[in-house]
Nanobody, 121 residues
């Protein structure tokens, strides 16, 4: 069974930084895209950043220049370095990965449990 486990959320002041981590565990053949989404209260879940297995990245306009997504393929881990945080970045952040489990016929979409990020003075 594949699981995604996030860590690194918390409370930070405006202008501060946080680093989120998400590790995939289980019997894994390959991980394709990995991504971070977020959902603020009363809003729909939105894509924050995505990274391909080859390292190509893409970002939501609202976080460009402030957030950086990266991954360590050998550790099956994706990171989100967040700097210049604003109150509007407050949300639950979810890790997402397209994972091909061992002995499976195809890849599947997996989600982490979410980690709260609160930006407030």
């Amino acid at each position: 069974q594949v699981q995604l486990v996030e860590s690194g959320g918390g409370l930070v002041q405006p202008g501060g930084s946080l680093r989120l981590s998400c590790a995939a565990s289980g019997s894994i053949f390959r991980i394709n895209n990995m991504a971070w989404y977020r959902q603020a209260p009363g809003k729909q879940r939105e894509l924050v950043a995505i990274i391909t297995s080859g390292g190509t990245t893409n970002y939501a306009d609202s976080v460009k220049g402030r957030f950086t997504i990266s991954r360590e393929n050998i550790k099956n881990t994706v990171y989100l370095q967040m700097s210049g945080l604003k109150p509007e970045d407050t949300a639950v952040y979810y890790c997402n990965a397209d994972v091909w489990p061992s002995r499976a016929q195809s890849s599947y979409d997996y989600w982490g449990q979410g980690t709260q990020v609160t930006v407030s003075s």
